[in-house]
């Protein structure tokens, strides 16, 4: 009997793989960012600053950033279907919980809590997509999946946020719980069993190894600063444009601030695309040029006009997840033989620490600088971002 290869698109399996990390990247996405909608409210009813407010995005992605490797280990030892199920199941309950608590400290404990169970899907989605999918499909494949991840943090925020109008952003962030439940369910229906998985028992030394051997490679660092410069800055415009646009001159009441999340539609859209595209012209000029266009759109929003604005947003978000969906899928396909799921849970760990570290810091900028400073900050990163990956990423294309 032929080995097998991995699913192709038109098969049943391939279809159902699909749409299995569809709904886990749904189930994930909608839980970790549905606070962002409501930050606002959130403070204004805590008593705390806009960046203190902010942690309760930072706390969830902090757990996240710690728990990858640890989840990647997991899915080494016990499969990566079973990993993501229990990660899924778990963040799920502590996030129908999180809402309930009375104090900001306790919420963000249980946010921690949350997004270091969460960590298990984005840990070990791409190594499961890369083993189990052909090899010649998996960058569009990749895609899919990164779409998905963008229709959940889309309806995270959209279900979360118009309560925050009514004065009840909690139950807001427990809707957007309960919705993941669904998503959890139907990421378990759905998902086939691994064909291609063969478990290995866990060896700390083995897994030093691994991880320096991705840490030595100029090209899995360049993708790693990708991660943190692109998603910190990413993260930290959805965290204070609602402040922004609250305030005068704009004073936009929260209900259509929570509807500017709908720029994640060009995500959506642009990250399928852009694997698709990269199969055709190479993965770096895609790259590039999606850092280029995430650039333009946040230039876009200093215009002093809410029509501009929107569309600054939805070119920004379009740019990112354009170069997500490359860098993210870049990743394991390029790693040391052998560490493929380490590759991808280092780059989800830079992922997370940018959207922690700089979604944070990034709260301090707007405080003493404005809106202008937070643009100028983010234009910045994707500037630095850019200029890594043509300086690492363009050897090692001449290389192979």
Do not use: K
């Amino acid at each position: 009997m032929a080995e097998f290869a991995g699913h192709r698109p038109g098969e049943p399996a391939y279809r159902r793989l699909i749409a299995a990390l569809f709904f886990a990247g749904v189930a994930t996405f909608a839980q970790l960012y549905s606070p962002q909608a409501v930050l606002p409210f959130l403070a204004a009813d805590l008593g705390v600053e806009p960046a203190t407010a902010a942690l309760a995005v930072s706390a969830s992605t902090l757990g996240l950033a710690v728990a990858v490797i640890p989840w990647s280990v997991a899915a080494d030892r016990f499969g990566r279907r079973t990993t993501m199920s229990v990660g899924v199941v778990t963040a799920t309950a502590v996030g129908l919980l999180a809402p309930l608590v009375p104090s900001i400290g306790l919420f963000l404990a249980a946010r921690l809590v949350e997004g270091a169970a969460l960590g298990a899907v984005p840990a070990v989605a791409l190594a499961y997509l890369s083993e189990e999918v052909h090899a010649g499909h998996v960058v569009r494949a990749a895609g899919s999946y990164i779409a998905g991840t963008t229709v959940g943090g889309l309806a995270g925020r959209l279900i979360a946020g118009p309560f925050a109008e009514w004065g009840m952003w909690r139950v807001g962030v427990f809707a957007a719980a309960a919705t993941c439940a669904g998503s959890a369910a139907l990421f378990l229906w759905l998902a086939p069993r691994a064909r291609r998985f063969t478990p290995a028992p866990v060896r700390l030394r083995a897994l030093g190894r691994r991880l320096r051997a991705n840490l030595r490679s100029p090209a899995q660092l360049a993708l790693y600063a990708q991660a943190f410069l692109l998603m910190g800055g990413f993260v930290a415009v959805y965290n204070y444009l609602g402040f922004m646009l609250a305030r005068p001159p704009y004073d936009v009441p929260q209900w259509i601030v929570s509807l500017l999340f709908l720029a994640y539609l060009g995500g959506t859209v642009s990250s399928p695309r852009a694997g698709a595209l990269a199969g055709r012209i190479g993965r770096l000029p895609v790259l590039l040029g999606s850092t280029a266009v995430m650039g333009a759109g946040v230039l876009l929003t200093l215009v002093p006009s809410v029509v501009v604005i929107v569309v600054g947003l939805v070119v920004f978000t379009a740019g990112f997840f354009g170069a997500h969906a490359i860098a993210s899928g870049w990743t394991p396909a390029s790693a040391p033989a052998g560490t493929a799921a380490q590759a991808s849970s280092l780059y989800y760990l830079a992922y997370y620490a940018g959207s922690s570290a700089l979604g944070w810091a990034l709260g301090l900028v707007f405080a003493g600088s404005g809106w202008a400073g937070v643009v100028g900050a983010v234009a910045a990163l994707c500037a630095l971002a850019a200029w890594c990956a043509a300086a690492a990423l363009r050897r090692g294309v001449s290389r192979r």
